[in-house]
T-cell receptor
């Protein structure tokens, strides 16, 4: 059974810092991995999707990497801003089903 | 540009009552799914569908029924609500039946069972 873990559960940093969020998964036979953002009381928004054949994806200040052999993915956020405050979730896809981690609650302090 | 629409946004039920959470998408997506989100448990898949007339169980299907009579709609039915079903429910859709692309979420339905 696929298990997805995100550490830390919460992170608070000052504005302007670069930061890394971690995601690990137990079954390396995944099809892809997605990173999502969730604002309080809202649904999830897809940020980046990395296919299993890819090593990384970039969108603006966000960069996500994937290492299937070690069962790890990271989300790098450059030059963090208060508007980046949200919960970030990763999810691994296999056999039509996405399995989610519990998320990292990120707070960027002005 | 509606995307995935869920109704109602909030609902309070008494134990034993039944209800249906509605989900509709206007993107002609083949794959649709229902998740529940609980503190400390993350998002867990309840049921999913890869096209009209085809549904399958996810990780936590007990107590819930689904059907997919059209491409656009994927309602979730609670037959006899229990306090353990108090949760936030999310509907999500993806373009292809294998769910290999971006997953689009609705805004969620917050259900309280007393």
């Amino acid at each position: 059974k696929q298990e997805v873990t995100q550490i830390p559960a919460a992170l608070s940093v000052p504005e302007g810092e670069n930061l890394v969020l971690n995601c690990s998964f137990t079954d390396s036979a995944i099809y892809n991995l997605q990173w999502f953002r969730q604002d309080p009381g809202k649904g999830l928004t897809s940020l980046l999707l990395i296919q299993s054949s890819q090593r990384e994806q970039t969108s603006g200040r966000l960069n996500a990497s994937l290492d299937k052999s070690s069962g790890r993915s990271t989300l790098y956020i450059a030059a963090s801003q208060p508007g980046d405050s949200a919960t970030y979730l990763c999810a691994a896809l296999r056999a039509q089903k996405l399995v989610f981690g519990q998320g990292t609650r990120l707070t960027i302090n002005p | 540009n509606a995307g995935v629409t869920q109704t109602p946004k909030f609902q309070v039920l008494k134990t034993g009552q039944s209800m249906t959470l509605q989900c509709a998408q206007d993107m002609n997506h083949e794959y649709m799914s229902w998740y529940r989100q609980d503190p400390g448990m993350g998002l867990r898949l309840i049921h999913y569908s890869v096209g009209a007339g085809i549904t399958d169980q996810g990780e936590v299907p007990n107590g819930y029924n689904v059907s997919r009579s059209t491409t656009e709609d994927f309602p979730l039915r609670l037959l006899s609500a229990a306090p353990s079903q108090t949760s936030v429910y999310f509907c999500a859709s993806s373009q292809d039946r294998e769910n290999t692309g971006e997953l689009f979420f609705g805004e969620g339905s917050r259900l309280t069972v007393l």
